[in-house]
């Protein structure tokens, strides 16, 4: 496959805590993109970064790539099942899913792809808001060879780390797997840090032990960026339902179901972490 210019135009949909920082960092990179999402305001954000805006999914008939950031399954679903939208972009068209989906849901969209015979890729994305808007996120990919190798110009733009991990459906499991790892430790880390503080030591005291230990993680170096997200989750209204400590964790208890696989520690940060996260923000508020 050819892969694609940077003169095609990108129809981005979802510009949320990770979407509009990726279009604005597409934009700052010559891409011309149409931006859109139910938010009003969150598309007067993307014109403002130099996206031309669109006031409803129909602004983005004709567009060569569509790259969706938005909340969850249903409302991937619903998008690419839009009144005849996938049929109104351009011929050969390439269609990302940067959204954390169900591993099943991503090879339907895969299967779905390959009958229309457009480009997709199942490509979830890790590495928070900032690395977002510097194009330097990592991006789990699933898709077969041609694809990968047609939408590498655009993953080279929003990514410093793009892994091939496998077919569609593959990329949603391994971001699933991801933030499985990253909520153990969070949880981890929080209790650690209750217990070093019932003893007298200073969490910020007990956080420095860390770095140069074998407590060592991304959250306890980050510490901190949790409560950074909640509070631009709160700033759009997003639920607390919808937030990943909360979705993205029934999404893997979901998929350990689907595989008929046990995973005991994600059930039970499932029912436990998002009132830990939530709680621990709101003494920072």
């Known amino acids: 496959m050819v892969p694609l210019e940077r003169t095609a135009r990108i129809g981005f949909v979802g510009l949320g805590n990770l979407g509009l920082p990726m279009a604005t960092a597409l934009v700052r990179a010559g891409w011309p993109v149409t931006a859109y999402d139910v938010r009003r305001k969150a598309v007067d954000a993307a014109v403002a970064a130099g996206a031309d805006g669109a006031d409803s999914l129909d602004a983005l008939a004709g567009c060569q790539v569509l790259a969706l950031a938005v909340p969850d399954d249903e409302t991937v679903t619903a998008t690419l099942h839009a009144p005849k939208l996938l049929d109104r972009l351009a011929p050969d068209p390439v269609v990302l899913v940067h ?4 591993p099943a849901t991503a090879r339907a969209l895969g299967e779905a792809g390959r009958e229309r015979a457009l480009t997709f890729l199942d490509a979830p994305v890790s590495g928070g808001a900032e690395r977002a808007e510097q194009g330097t996120l990592t991006v ?3 898709a077969d060879e041609p694809a990968l190798e ?21 990329g949603a499991a391994a971001k699933l797997a991801n933030q499985l790892m990253m909520f153990a430790a969070l949880a981890g880390t929080h209790e650690a840090l209750r217990l070093a503080e019932a003893y007298d030591v200073d969490p910020k005291t007990a956080l420095e032990v860390a770095h140069t230990s074998t407590g060592d993680s991304w959250v306890a170096r980050e510490w901190g960026f949790f409560d950074r997200v909640t ?10 339902h919808s937030r990943p400590w909360s979705k993205d964790l029934w999404e893997i208890v ?32």
């Open 150 to 170: 047609r939408a590498a110009p655009y993953l080279d733009t929003i990514a410093a780390d793009v892994v091939h991990v496998g077919p569609p459906g593959a």
């Open 231 to 240: 509070g631009a989750y709160d700033a759009a209204d997003v639920p607390v």
């Open 254 to 285: 979901a998929a350990a179901r689907a595989a008929r696989i046990q995973l005991p520690v994600a059930g039970l940060l499932s029912q436990t972490l998002a009132d830990v996260v939530e709680g621990h923000a709101d003494t920072d508020r």
């Open 99 to 102: 959204s954390t989906v169900l």
């Open 140 to 142: 789990m990919v699933g």
